[in-house]
């Protein structure tokens, strides 16, 4: 059974990525707005499950949309291109939020004719489409508007088919549709749940707890009346939450705050925001909403009555501000970079934590008994957030250093930091670091033993990081792997079998992937000729600087160790990067053959032509096994991210290879 899901697994991989795929198509509009006017409108249709990417991209993200327009003296351009709303999604692989469209996408340039004699305005469309396995590899599109035809025809269409140009770049993104949406918000309401509970241990919102129960049980005319009264108290607190999230919903707009979640000067003042709210945490000072706003609220809550009970919740939001708002202003912001009802999923969840605790000790009075006492429990549990904010704090500003490229607050730097904080957790949690509003610790309670113990095994398991270490529980908080002072881990020396030990012994045209040491060439015809020179067969990895799936590919299966040993010792390894922009040397510029007349510009166009002619294919990545005449020895394969099944398919074509050599 083993080996028949492997061949499927290869025959399903064969059929999906041997073809050349065209999910998209253009037309032109020409929309007259003046006698000097006119707006050209070009209209993508999309084939369902494909998405083409915005403009605007976040740096380090996906090759954008991207229109240019010949220039000329009898017309000049109005304004930038515009586009529709599409849809933002949060993508987990580049960590950010990017845009794309579906179905049909539309952008409009407006242009002010200076020539009356203009008829013919030319340029040119840089595009991308993925699905939710693969991209395509960015696309160039000539079109024409021809300006003549809109004369006495003001606001007619007149739609012009577009020649499509050759292929020429890659990037792999896999875009988030509705069923991602649904997770993502889970993940808040989850999130937001926990966040509830936290706070709900807080030295400002524990107390009230037995304190309030009492209150509606005491003053109610019967149980029933209690019960009932408690229950409206959690549910104006949900209100109160909800309604908040609602109004930075309302304010911001859906899909507002989601583009600043990539803003270098968010993420900076979001840091330094962070940093406050942990600092009063652990006990420096506390955050507090102006004590007139309390008393004006206790006024309207002695009216009694519904009215009564929901200001009684509201002056419970407005004293556990202290503890709460950090918690809140930090959830707040984490929902709204999702966009959408993230933010009022988030408040729900959040007040729902706390509003539960009111209406069940109110069913049940009984319970109020086995309710730990207030006391310096509840300090720690405090202080323990104001760790959790500190430590978070930092995932923003290296959010803003990845934008910049200013490599300051590298992977090493970062998780050295995240050892610190966690280490000063684990000594406080020890009893041998004391805050200001810590209580005299006779002994250390069982919970806070096991929750020392639970951070220190936490913060040894960082240390490997230093090294290189993938970190897998925390891999969405530090910077990636390669964004670090030395790719191969603080100390690290490099493994020398199979690759050459230092760049000094590498044959021309070779260099070392780190942090694997597999070598590898970017030239065909330099890679093929030391295959022949070494007797190996050659393993083509058609790829991208920006594919994902590439990385994933590299990240995740290469490592396999027989995977490893492969690659490191049976075959040589040529990566053509499809999306590499370096321009052609003037004698291998060549004229294009999918589309006669054009001329290859880049690197990248030259390996993305080769893979779509030769094996009618244009998805990274893309990996072809072949012997020294350059015949495939298997079938290529496109992404395979089963290590078992992309194993069997390179143990196939070395079989086969050793096969050949033998007759």
Known sequence: MKYILTLLTLILSVTVYSQVLEPVKWFTTI??????????????????????????????????????????????????????????????????????????AQFKQRIKVLNAELSMVKGEVEFMVCDDQRCLPPTYIDFNFNIQNTEGADKEDAYNDLDFSETTLDNTYTPQGEEESDKGLWAIFILAFLSGFAALLTPCVFPMIPMTVSFFTKQSKSKAAGIRNAIIY?????????????????????????????????????????????????????????????????????????????FMALALAIVSFSCTGPIVGTLLVEAASKGGIAPI??????????????????????WLNSLPKSGGWLNTVKVVLGFLELALAFKFLSQADLVLQLHILER?????????????????????????????????????????????????????????APLNLISAFPPPLEYSESPY???????????????????????????????????????????????????????????VNCRKMEQNVWPKAKILSVLKNEVVLISLYVDDKRKLEEGDIVESQLRPGKKLKYIGQKWSEMQTIK????????????????????????YTPDAEAYFEWMQAGLKNYKNSTVE
């Open 31 to 104: 929309e007259k707005i003046s006698d000097t006017e006119y707006d050209l409108i070009m209209t993508a249709t999309i084939d369902r499950g494909w998405h083409l990417y915005s403009q605007v991209v976040p740096e380090d993200g996906p090759i954008p949309t991207t229109f240019t327009f010949a220039k000329s003296e009898a017309f000049e351009l109005v304004g930038k291109t515009l586009e529709g709303e599409g849809h933002t999604v949060d993508d987990p692989v580049f960590n950010m939020m990017i845009k794309f469209f579906e179905d049909k």
């Open 234 to 310: 959690g549910l104006a607190i949900i209100v109160i939450y909800v309604l908040l999230g609602t109004g930075v919903t309302a304010i911001f707009g859906a899909d507002a705050l989601n583009a600043l979640a990539t803003n270098v000067w968010f993420n900076v003042i979001f840091f330094l925001l962070l940093v406050v709210f942990a600092v009063s945490f652990l006990g420096a000072f506390e955050i507090m909403l102006p004590n007139s706003w309390a008393n004006k609220v206790d006024k309207q809550a002695d009216r009694g009555g519904l009215v009564g009970i929901f």
């Open 345 to 366: 999923v988030g408040m729900f969840g959040f007040s729902l934590a706390i509003a539960l605790p009111f209406a069940l000790f109110a069913a049940f009075p009984g």
């Open 412 to 468: 090493e730097v970062f998780i050295a930091i995240w050892i610190a904080i966690f280490g000063a957790l684990a000594l406080y949690l020890f009893g041998k670091i004391k805050l200001p509003h810590d209580s005299p610790l006779a002994y250390i309670s069982v919970g806070r033993l096991m929750m020392a113990l639970l951070v220190t095994s936490f913060t040894i398991y960082m240390i490997p990081g230093l090294w290189g």
């Open 489 to 547: 881990g603080v100390g690290y020396s490099k493994v020398t079998a199979g690759s050459a030990a230092n760049h000094e012994e590498l044959p021309e045209g070779a260099h070392l992937l780190a942090p694997h040491d597999i070598m590898a060439f970017n030239d065909y015809d330099l890679g093929l000729a030391y295959a022949k020179k070494v007797d190996k067969p050659v393993m083509i990895d058609f790829t991208g600087w920006a594919c």
């Open 615 to 638: 094996y009618k294919a244009n998805t990274q990545p893309f990996y072809v096994l072949m012997d020294h005449d350059e015949e495939n020895l298997v079938k290529p394969i496109g």
